[in-house]
């Protein structure tokens, strides 16, 4: 085993740092985050920090690097309080990933890389229609972590999107069968794998897989 301490992570060449902390986390989230500007320029840029909130009221939550420098996302969605989250799948990582690089305002990453844009009812801003599971939001706050200036973005669920034979009768999504992707660090992306669900874990009570 090898062993960092907290010096010897500051001591490692910068990149190699942040790659070590960006993955030692574990796997992440890979989505696509679409939003439209006052001008009615299309954004979409790739996420690998969207979590669950809650669902009763239906909340999802991503981290928002520091605004020292242009983040066209945010000034888009605190101008129109929408934005989509779109699952990025396997067929079009590099696509998805491409949508990383620092565009101009003016430019839409849709177009750049070849996504296309949908509108779904009244969300003001992009879908993916590529992707097989997406979401429309509304945004409701944000807490700065000055730690690292950083921002917690807080969206309201208000339309979710999902083609036909993923949901399972019991509302479980299964990612396998959507093939979405998940996300190593910044820019190392796998495949997702159904290992086994479980039905809900009690004290002193044997585990039991649920049967599909």
Do not use: W
């Not at 605190?78 to 491409?98: G, R």
């Not at 009244?122 to 972590?145: R, T, W």
């Amino acid at each position: 085993m090898t062993h960092f301490s907290k010096q010897d992570i500051l001591n490692l060449p910068g990149l190699e740092r942040m790659h070590l902390i960006n993955s030692c986390g574990g796997l992440k989230s890979a989505n696509l985050i679409g939003t439209i500007s006052e001008a009615g320029v299309s954004n979409l840029a790739v996420f690998n920090s969207v979590i669950h909130l809650g669902s009763n009221p239906p909340m999802l939550s991503f981290m928002l690097r520091p605004t020292t420098v242009e983040r066209h996302s945010y000034t888009n969605f605190k101008k129109n309080s929408h934005f989509t989250v779109n699952h990025i799948h396997s067929d079009f990582v590099n696509k998805a990933h491409q949508t990383s690089a620092k565009y101009d305002e003016e430019v839409s990453e849709f177009k750049e890389v070849g996504f296309t844009e949908e509108f779904i009812a009244d969300c003001k801003a992009p879908f993916v229609k590529e992707s097989k599971i997406k979401m429309g939001c509304k945004y409701i706050n944000e807490y700065y972590i000055e730690e690292h200036a950083c921002r917690l973005i807080i969206g309201e669920i208000q339309h979710l999107v999902v083609e036909e034979g993923i949901m399972d009768q019991d509302g479980f999504l299964d990612l396998t069968r959507a093939g979405s992707a998940g996300i190593i660090g910044l820019d190392g992306y796998v495949k997702t794998e159904l290992i086994e669900r479980y039905a809900y874990a009690r004290p002193n009570q044997e585990l039991k897989p649920l049967k599909p």
